[in-house]
């Protein structure tokens, strides 16, 4: 009997600690996330990739005009 080293479950938990990480860090509840990453990890990666998109539309939003421009400088050149 072959002895894989990460298993399926394995794989599972530590994405559901990545994801209850990522929910502690931007103020979420981090019990969902952790249980949305550890039973559905492909759907739970999609949806923190949008979030994360989201996030990121909303700081350079938020900001004044002349530094979001800046921002959105920046990440057009390292495109």
Excluded at 17 to 31: D, K, S, V
Excluded at 56 to 69: D, G, I, N, R, Y
Aim: charged share 20%; glycine share 6%; hydrophobic share 45%.
């Amino acid at each position: 009997m072959e002895h894989n080293f990460a298993t399926q479950g394995m794989v599972s938990f530590l994405f559901g600690i990545f994801c209850a990480y990522w929910a502690q860090e931007t103020g979420r509840n981090t019990w969902l996330w952790f249980f949305f990453g550890f039973f559905l990890p492909p759907i739970a990666g999609i949806v923190l990739c949008i979030k994360n998109s989201n996030d990121k539309k909303e700081v350079t939003s938020s900001l004044p005009p002349h530094l979001a421009q800046r921002i959105k400088a920046r990440e057009k050149a390292m495109k």
